[in-house]
């Protein structure tokens, strides 16, 4: 018998993330690892009247195709996926690797030559997602895999997943409906200012919000979910940080990121772990030292660090940034064809001002 925590993440994922309506075309996106919660999608979307499709692969599919794939064939881009996030009205991918470490030990040039490959694809999400022709969402199916980098039993991930969705409540819909009420409150109260200022024992940094649209993190893109965020002005970010979580690039962990910023770019960077990655990945291209988004964590659920950025990136008291591609939405103009979030915990000793005024004191909004 199915989960009924699995049949309702689905049903939050159709009804409210991706707002499946008669005639829509979802391409669905996981590995076979992912099946439970496969089928649910399948029966909802078509009960929904959607048109679902689906784009399975093997759990080791791209561990395979690093160490068989030729250079053209890195350089190819996959021509359904390419079709879907052109033509279809959403896609829902499934995070369910069993070995998230299985790309460890491909070298980064590979990496950033495959990921220039997926840059249409990239693209094409961010553009269409930004006046919601296309409704994108992702979220995350428990593995052993997954539990093994958290540190937990496969049990005890699972009830931490489920718990983060929300779908332990008998209707989680309603959960996150109310997550974007609270969550537009913040935002009214910060979106129109201009200076952002962080300080911490990890962190000095300034950067410009001014005329930059806040994005309200309630389910509808990722699940979880539990986030504020913008793209801030591509010049204004100033000063240093340390990111006091690893950053993950493609089953790669660079941990001890620290990073300097003058006028908006990356003029420093180092790590105390594959800190080869990070400087390949800075040179992708002109935007890969640019930030493409700001970000505050919001949901509390989500109190440690599993070692997956879909959870991380939201942890209440934390925030992140990304190097790379800004969603459009926001005002954002970067452009890159990496898109990779740094988190930074602000629970001690830490705040954020917004034009002068704190708004933000150790992990707490305080107005």
Known sequence: MIDIRVERLAKILVDHSAQIKPGDRVAIEATIAAEPLVRALYATILERGGEPYLLLELPDQDEIFFRVASDEQLDAVPIFRKLAYEQFQSRIRIHSATNTRALSGVLPARQKRRQRALSP?????????ADRSFKWVTTLFPTEGYAMEAEQSLRAFEDFVFRACHTDQEDPVAYWKQVEVNQRAIIQRIEGHDQVVLRGPNVDL???????KFLNGAGMNNMPDGEIYTGP???????WVRFSYPAIYNGVMVEGVELTFTDGKVTQARAAKNQAMLLEM???????RYVGEFAIGTNYEIDRFSHSILFDEKIG????MALGAGYPETGSKNKS???????????????ILVDGEVIYRNGQFIF
């Open 121 to 129: 694809i990239l693209e094409a999400q961010m553009r269409r997602g």
């Open 206 to 212: 300034s950067l410009s919000i001014k005329g930059r």
């Open 233 to 239: 002005v591509e010049d204004s970010v100033n000063g």
């Open 282 to 288: 800075l040179e992708s291209d002109p935007g890969a």
């Open 317 to 320: 008291g934390s925030f992140h």
């Open 337 to 351: 064809i990496i898109h990779w979030d740094m988190i930074c915990g602000m629970k001690e000793d830490s705040e």
